[in-house]
């Protein structure tokens, strides 16, 4: 059973760059079937899409971060990570790395989701 | 952007109620349609992908509907575990947007 876990620093300063790994288990990151993403959540707010990283290495930002944001990938560790710089108190969050399957259908494009997720892990930004 | 928008914010129902949640796509998004549950403290688990399918050990209580802009998450007899937020997310563009989120709460 695939399992992902986020690792990382819990507190980073303002105007500093946070860096999020997830470590995958139970299955192989390099599969064409799959991609990567990482979402947050504020806390008491909703979830927002930062970012994914596909098998072919393309990667693809939510506009409002995209200056900001790096998703990478390390296949020799089956691990995925994140970076975000200049980061402000707007950046506290619960991030979530997550699988994204993609399946092809014989007319249109592939339909793809997130599943599974990892647990989260809590970044706050403060002096 | 595609924007995706859930209504309502929230809503308090009864074990063994009918619970309906709607979302609306900003522009046509076929049926590229996911409805993820989220408890408190917990990551989203996902329920359904492409609108209407339901994913292998979800109960079939919960099914999804819709195409187009206006999708419909259905709970057809709402049970104590139930209580959660819920989120749709669109993934017909490689900007995977999510909604506000649902909040259904016990009354």
Redesign the interface.
């Given at each position: 059973q695939l399992q992902l876990q986020e690792s990382g620093p819990g507190l980073v300063k303002p105007s500093e760059t946070l860096s999020l790994t997830c470590t995958v288990s139970g299955g192989s990151i390099s599969s064409s079937s799959y991609y990567w993403?990482w979402?947050r959540q504020p806390p008491g707010k909703?979830?927002?899409?930062i970012g994914?990283i596909y098998y072919s290495g393309s990667t693809?930002y939510?506009?409002s971060l995209k200056s900001r944001v790096t998703i990478s990938v390390d296949t020799s560790k089956n691990q995925f990570s994140l970076k975000l710089s200049s980061v402000t108190a707007a950046d506290t969050a619960v991030y979530?790395c997550a699988r994204g399957?993609i399946?092809v259908v014989p007319a249109?494009?592939p339909?793809?989701?997130?599943?599974?997720?990892?647990?989260?892990t809590l970044v706050t930004v403060s002096s | 952007?595609i924007q995706m928008t859930q209504s309502p914010s929230s809503l308090s129902a009864s074990v063994g109620d009918r619970v309906t949640i709607t979302c609306r796509a900003s522009q046509s998004i076929?049926s590229?349609l996911?409805w993820?549950q989220?408890k408190p403290g917990?990551?989203?688990?996902?329920l359904i992908?492409?609108a209407s399918s339901l994913?292998s050990g979800v109960p079939s209580r919960f099914s999804g509907s819709g195409s187009g802009t206006d999708f419909t998450l259905t709970i057809s007899s709402l049970q104590p575990e139930d209580f959660a937020t819920y989120?749709c997310?669109q993934?017909?563009s490689?900007?995977?947007?999510?909604?506000?989120?649902t909040k259904v709460e016990i009354k």
């Amino acid at each position: 059973q695939l399992q992902l876990q986020e690792s990382g620093p819990g507190l980073v300063k303002p105007s500093e760059t946070l860096s999020l790994t997830c470590t995958v288990s139970g299955g192989s990151i390099s599969s064409s079937s799959y991609y990567w993403g990482w979402i947050r959540q504020p806390p008491g707010k909703g979830l927002e899409w930062i970012g994914s990283i596909y098998y072919s290495g393309s990667t693809y930002y939510n506009p409002s971060l995209k200056s900001r944001v790096t998703i990478s990938v390390d296949t020799s560790k089956n691990q995925f990570s994140l970076k975000l710089s200049s980061v402000t108190a707007a950046d506290t969050a619960v991030y979530y790395c997550a699988r994204g399957v993609i399946v092809v259908v014989p007319a249109g494009s592939p339909y793809n989701w997130f599943d599974p997720w990892g647990q989260g892990t809590l970044v706050t930004v403060s002096s | 952007d595609i924007q995706m928008t859930q209504s309502p914010s929230s809503l308090s129902a009864s074990v063994g109620d009918r619970v309906t949640i709607t979302c609306r796509a900003s522009q046509s998004i076929s049926s590229y349609l996911n409805w993820y549950q989220q408890k408190p403290g917990k990551a989203p688990k996902l329920l359904i992908y492409a609108a209407s399918s339901l994913q292998s050990g979800v109960p079939s209580r919960f099914s999804g509907s819709g195409s187009g802009t206006d999708f419909t998450l259905t709970i057809s007899s709402l049970q104590p575990e139930d209580f959660a937020t819920y989120y749709c997310q669109q993934s017909y563009s490689t900007h995977g947007a999510f909604g506000q989120g649902t909040k259904v709460e016990i009354k």
